[in-house]
């Protein structure tokens, strides 16, 4: 079946600083991803909707210059979350979907938890 | 806009007991309805899906049928394994309306002891 990876699973950093995480569709092509942050015993919310080559479509409520997407090639995308504070730390997961696949078909990578202290 | 409501959890069970875990929507237009299932550390699966009124999506077991009538798509199992423990969300796309984007429910978690 199709594959989603993320990295890295698990990062801690400092306030203020930046950090990436990296999204991979492994044996397909994604034309459009998703990043999704899901809060503590809580669901999934969606963040942005990114398709390959063009801009990042942001949720309502989502700072689009603090968390930045991009979609660069149709097998990555990343997630960079800029001047992070203790209130960014969450798991933030990605889900891919394949362009040759029925609109449903979501594949979802592992999620990475970050730590910002 | 949509919404997805699920029975909170976390809902505990012995090994073969029946599981039923409810999920009830609302949706512009004609959603299409999932359920998703993350193990411990890992990522969403689609357990099931369906996509049009009486359909019934089953997998590994599980079961669930899409009603119209009462917006809902209850998932079930009748014997579960203790492999079953894990999260499930509930899940629907509504198309056009919301330009095809997984609207999910808050999630169940299920522990299913031995």
């Known amino acids: 079946g199709a594959v989603v990876s993320q990295h890295p699973s698990r990062v801690i950093c400092k306030s203020g600083t930046s950090v990436k995480i990296e999204c991979r569709s492994l044996d397909f092509q994604a034309t459009t991803m998703f990043w999704y942050r899901q809060f503590p015993k809580q669901s999934l919310m969606l963040m942005a909707t990114?398709?390959?080559?063009?801009?990042?479509?942001?949720e309502q409520g989502v700072e689009k210059d603090k968390f930045l997407i991009n979609h660069a090639s149709l097998t990555l995308s990343t997630l960079t979350v800029t001047s992070a504070h203790p209130e960014d730390s969450s798991f933030y997961i990605c889900?891919?979907?394949?362009?040759?696949?029925?609109?449903?078909?979501?594949?979802f990578g592992p999620g990475t938890r970050l730590t910002v202290t | 806009g949509n919404s997805v409501t699920q029975m909170e959890g976390p809902v505990t069970l012995s090994e073969e007991a029946f599981l039923t875990i409810n999920c009830t929507y609302t949706?512009?237009?004609?959603?299409?309805l999932f359920w998703y299932v993350q193990y411990p550390g890992e990522g969403l699966q689609l357990l099931l899906k369906a996509t049009k009124a009486d359909d019934k999506g089953s997998n590994k077991g599980f079961e669930a049928t899409y009603r119209k009538e009462t917006t809902s798509f209850h998932l079930e199992k009748g014997s579960v394994q203790v492999s079953d423990s894990a999260v499930y969300f509930c899940?629907?796309?509504?198309?056009?309306?919301?330009?095809?984007?997984?609207?999910f429910g808050g999630g169940t978690r299920v522990l299913v002891k031995p």
């Open positions: 889900s891919a979907r394949d362009g040759q696949a029925p609109f449903y078909e979501q594949y």
């Open positions: 949706a512009t237009g004609y959603p299409s």
């Open positions: 990114s398709n390959e080559g063009s801009k990042a479509t942001y």
């Open positions: 899940a629907l796309i509504a198309i056009k309306a919301a330009g095809n984007k997984l609207t």
